[in-house]
């Protein structure tokens, strides 16, 4: 029982901790941007950043829909407490680590930026010079957020939600951070190789996949799936919404991704990405249909 208690209680001190070290962080006054701000770019980023943030709901309903009826609000609120957990730890260290000062091009110093210091006095991040620090870095907190999101699905119904929370902490500092320094900031080493990520293709993407399969391949395969025992989805109208939501919230991720400098690019890139997924969407669809028509009278929705 008092196990149990001290389970509860060290969140709480940790998050306490981080309080009372935030307030000897002194405060700075704004960044003059002397008239270089342009109040479209940063309309813009404003509503690709709703747009990413709304992706992590969708990813609660697109893997909670797929689950056991009994696992449905513990799958959908691992892929929700992302956003808190990932905030605070972007907030002390995780930005800073990210695209703070260059330490031998694997990792931003972590003092640079700890507990967002200079970020809203400072000057605008150098690829993107046309809106606040700030706002870039929410921005890219977004990305953060969704990342230990995706590697849900390989872990749902067989993981401790505390074990996950550890796992998203650890993740955020040691995996997706150093990745972000590789790739985004102008001096980490992959892209002094000349490596484009343009929206998360190496950091979220590949980040969280190799993570599910890691997830995977430790907890083996499925009780389940060795005893051919069939387990129905919980809710497919919660898959379909989920698909929904991220389908909308990935023209901000793309898009947002290339609002920086080109925003007259913007209406492309949201015809491109819609036209693409759209082709794929279908494609899938009638080449199942195609394979599966034999043995089914009907499309499976998943």
Not at 108 to 123: E, I, M, Q, R
Not at 212 to 227: D, N, S, Y
Not at 261 to 275: D, E
Request: net charge positive.
């Amino acid at each position: 029982m008092s196990m149990i208690k001290t389970k509860q209680i060290v969140p709480f001190f940790v998050l306490i901790a981080i309080a009372v070290a935030a307030i000897f962080i002194p405060s700075l006054p704004l960044f003059n941007d002397n008239g270089k701000y342009n109040a479209a770019d940063i309309a813009w980023l404003i509503v690709a950043t709703a747009l990413v943030f709304l992706m992590t709901p969708g990813l609660a309903f697109f893997y909670g829909g797929m689950v056991h009826r009994k696992n449905v609000l513990s799958t959908m609120i691992k892929s929700l407490i992302a956003t808190g957990v990932v905030s605070v730890v972007w907030v002390v260290v995780g930005y800073s680590l990210s695209f703070g000062k260059d330490i031998g091009g694997f990792i931003g110093n972590p003092g640079t930026h700890l507990f967002f210091k200079d970020v809203a006095s400072g000057a605008p991040w150098s690829l993107a010079p046309t809106i606040p620090l700030t706002l870039f870095a929410l921005f890219q907190l977004m990305f953060a957020v969704i990342t230990p999101g995706l590697v849900v699905g390989a872990v749902a119904e067989r993981i401790r939600f505390t074990a996950y929370i550890l796992f998203t902490v650890l993740f955020s500092i040691l995996v997706y951070a150093p990745l972000a320094h590789w790739s985004w900031h102008p001096d980490g080493f992959l892209a002094k190789m000349g490596a484009l990520d343009f929206a998360g293709g190496t950091v979220v993407h590949i980040s969280a996949g190799c993570a599910a399969l890691a997830g995977a391949l430790v907890l083996k395969r499925r009780k389940v799936h060795i005893a051919n025992t069939e387990i129905p989805p919980a809710n497919i109208p919660y898959v379909l919404i989920g698909t929904g939501l991220l389908w909308f919230g990935w023209f901000g991720f793309n898009a947002g991704s290339a609002g920086f400098r080109f925003l007259y690019r913007c209406s492309g890139w949201f015809g491109s990405y819609n036209s693409g997924g759209r082709i794929c969407c279908h494609s899938s669809k009638y080449f199942y249909r195609s394979c599966s028509g034999n043995y089914f009278k009907y499309c499976h929705i998943l």
